[in-house]
């Protein structure tokens, strides 16, 4: 049974670094099959997609262009985690972010966000 | 990006009725659609992918249709745990994935 478990601070000063991580148990975060997203929900913005990277004989990341000049997704894979960087965060990014697994099998119609993590609700406050 | 309009943006029913929610998309997506039902405090559940797929363990009550443009999420015999928010989103074009802006469902 595949479970995404996310760490990290609820609070972070402005113009600092979000760092929040997801720890993958029941499928491998270097799968050929899935690619790992960060999604974020606030009242302002709805649910957001920020970004994913995936293993496809080599490490590959997409990001939202609304944050690519902040952001980092990248893998850990001798603990089977993902994390989140997001650089000079301002109290817009306050936000309950989660982690998606998206489980790819080669046809995109099957395509979805399967596996989710519990969620971090993150404020961005001095 | 593609724009997903969700109607409407809240509504009440009672148990046992059945409910439509539409979702619209900005360009044709084909059915490269997907529906998820989120309750407060939690992150949002799968129910459908591919527009009409209806995911393994979700009751056969959910049924998902639609092609290009416009899509439905219907629910028969509405049940007391189905009172939640709906959301619909697109994997035609991306980056980035997008999500319509949700449709709550609450108890009349």
């Known amino acids: 049974q595949v479970q995404l478990q996310q760490t990290g601070p609820g609070l972070v000063k402005p113009s600092q670094t979000l760092t929040l991580t997801c720890a993958i148990s029941?499928?491998?975060?270097?799968?050929?099959?899935?690619?790992w997203n960060w999604i974020r929900q606030s009242p302002s913005r709805g649910l957001e997609w920020l970004g994913r990277t995936y293993y496809r004989s080599k490490w590959n990341n997409d990001y939202a262009a609304s944050v690519k000049s902040r952001i980092r997704i990248y893998p850990d894979t001798s603990k089977n985690q993902i994390s989140l960087q997001l650089k000079s965060v301002t109290p817009e990014d306050t936000a309950v972010y989660y982690c998606a697994r998206v489980h790819n099998v080669g046809n995109p119609l099957l395509d979805a966000f399967d596996m989710w993590g519990q969620g971090t609700m993150v404020t961005v406050s001095s | 990006a593609i724009r997903m309009t969700q109607s409407p943006s809240s509504f009440s029913a009672s148990t046992g009725d059945r409910v439509t929610i539409t979702c619209r998309a900005s360009q044709g997506i084909g059915s490269y659609l997907a529906w998820y039902q989120q309750k407060p405090g939690k992150a949002p559940k799968l129910l459908i992918y591919g527009a009409s797929t209806l995911q393994s363990g979700v009751p056969s009550r959910f049924n998902g249709s639609g092609s290009g443009t416009d899509f439905t999420l219907t629910i028969s015999c509405l049940q007391s745990e189905d009172f939640a928010t709906y959301y619909c989103q697109q994997f035609y074009s991306y980056p980035p994935y997008t999500f319509g802006q949700g449709t709550k469902l609450e108890i009349k």
């Open positions: 029941g499928d491998s975060v270097s799968s050929n099959s899935a690619t």
